[in-house]
């Protein structure tokens, strides 16, 4: 179920997730970043975004992204 994922704040959790879902919520919180509201919506879903990133990067060994908040 992805939309579970989107609250999910346990790494735990989110270690088991498929890689298509955990892909999944990347792009969510990389859209997030590049077109959210607020500055703090931006700075959150770019936090979570870059958590997520290394998350996936430890478990699927696909390589995270070097991001600064502010520059795209």
């Known amino acids: 179920m992805l939309y579970k994922l989107a609250s999910e704040t346990d790494k ?3 270690t088991k997730t ?3 879902e955990l892909n999944h919520e990347i792009e969510r919180c990389l859209l997030g970043y590049e077109t959210g509201g607020t500055s703090q919506a931006r700075k959150a879903a770019f936090d979570r975004l870059v958590w997520l990133e290394k ?3 430890a478990t699927q060994g696909v390589p995270a992204k070097r ?3 502010g520059r795209k």
């Open 12 to 14: 735990e959790a989110i």
């Open 18 to 20: 498929p890689l298509s």
């Open 55 to 57: 998350i996936r990067e």
């Open 67 to 69: 991001r600064r908040f």
